[in-house]
């Protein structure tokens, strides 16, 4: 009897162990470049929504993160780099990227979906 329970209860602990790694998975990273039609790089705003989001700009923002532990949220609208480069993280799922590029006489929005596996 008491080496049906332990067995019992071995099953459970495995179970819930699971469970708990399923349900906690990890954002994904993704990155992107902004670089102008011949190819120099650009500083562009970058707004990431939902996948429902509608507009210019997009509403309403996802929930994205500056880590993959989930402890910064990362604040919206954001800026790549002086080399175009920019980074979030968000859980599994598919997004808008809006990125807006300032020239001097005039702005630029593209849209993208990205889906984050």
């Known amino acids: 009897m008491k080496k049906r329970w332990l067995g019992w209860l071995t ?17 994904r990273v993704v990155t992107g470049l902004c670089l102008t039609a011949n190819g120099t790089p650009c500083v562009a705003s970058i707004r990431v929504c939902s996948s429902a989001a509608k507009g210019l700009p997009c509403l309403p923002l996802a929930t994205i993160y500056s880590d993959d532990q989930r402890l910064m949220p990362k ?12 980074e979030w993280f968000a859980e599994p799922g598919f997004y808008i990227e809006q990125l807006t590029v300032e020239t001097t006489t005039s702005h630029h929005t593209f849209t993208r979906t990205v889906q984050v596996p």
């Open 11 to 27: 099953l459970f602990t495995i179970v819930i162990a699971l469970a708990v790694l399923l349900t906690h998975r990890k954002p």
């Open 75 to 86: 604040t919206q609208p954001f800026s790549s780099d002086a080399q175009g480069n920019y």
